[in-house]
């Protein structure tokens, strides 16, 4: 059975080759922080990293990633909530309806690794993500704040 290393732990699956990362991590893995939106890698809502590059995981085939290669869903982000961003994430109250969160800031998180202290416009940029709810300032205001603490 083939292999995926996910937040630090090695998991093996029965998906078909062709089966999105995505299915294999909420209904083999039960790992289900990482949501399905679109299905065609727009929204953002499926966003893991995969060595470390923050991916759309709804149309990442499993068979792509290898064993070596090292997943992190929101759930391996930070086990007991205190990175920086889900920090800042509750102070400044980001989420309304939250469905697009876990997303939000696995991107982000994927941001401030290579850009510590990013600019409004960098964040404008790297934040391709879609929230329904229209929460972009307050994401944006806790990228900032995180990374003044960074």
Partial sequence: MPTL???GRAHTHDAEPDTPLLWVLREQLGLTGTKYGCGIAQCG????????????????????????EKIVTIEGLSPDGQHPLQKAWVKLDVPQCGFCQSGMLMAAAALLKVKPKPSETDIREAMTNICRCGTYNR????????????
């Fill in 5 to 7: 290393n996910v937040n």
């Fill in 45 to 68: 809502a499926c966003t893991v990293h995969i060595a470390g590059v923050a991916t759309r995981s709804c149309v990442r085939p499993a068979s792509s990633v290898g064993p070596d």
């Fill in 139 to 150: 994401v944006q205001a806790a990228i900032q704040m995180a990374a003044a603490q960074g």
